[in-house]
């Protein structure tokens, strides 16, 4: 496969130089472009303020209704996908959430504990229809501290 497109993230310093910068074929490109959706919060993009995804508005919030949390959460980031990689279509996506423990092995003790989002993506590639799945993307956030 050709590879038309250009890895995330760009090395300014090649552009300015005029460098020839790197590429990569579309899986990785959509997979690293869905990656940047995911980590990026809404408005941190000035030049497009709906570029991102909303599970940042959640950051250290409680979660009392975990299930309903998970739906709307599988159901905005279907949509941003949707919207936001064209590339991609048949989405489906799936939320799953746990705790990872952070533990210090000196005194055996959880010091630690931060809330992990894994967020698993499928569809179809539109050019190719190739099959497109990977890995989960995890996201961790709100951490706790044990004294």
């Known amino acids: 496969m050709l590879k038309n497109f250009y890895q995330i993230p760009v090395s300014f310093g090649g552009l300015v130089n005029k460098k020839k910068l790197p590429k990569q074929e579309l899986f990785n490109s959509v997979e690293q472009h869905i990656h940047l959706i995911l980590i990026t919060r809404f408005g941190e993009y000035r030049f497009d303020p709906t570029f ?3 599970v940042w508005e959640y950051d250290f919030d409680i979660l009392p209704k ?3 949390w998970k739906s709307e959460m599988e159901k905005s980031i279907s949509e941003l996908l949707d919207k936001q990689e ?3 279509k048949e989405v489906i996506v799936k939320v799953t ?3 990872e423990e952070y533990k210090n ?3 055996k003790k959880v010091i630690r504990v931060k809330r992990k989002i894994s967020i698993n993506v499928k569809g ?3 050019s190719t229809n190739e099959k497109f799945e990977r890995p ?3 996201i ?3 951490p706790i501290s044990l004294d």
């Open 97 to 99: 959430i746990g705790m």
């Open 52 to 54: 991102g995804c909303s």
């Open 66 to 68: 975990i299930n309903a």
């Open 140 to 142: 961790f956030f709100s």
């Open 136 to 138: 989960d993307y995890e």
């Open 86 to 88: 064209p590339r991609l």
């Open 124 to 126: 179809r590639l539109v």
């Open 105 to 107: 092995f000196k005194i």
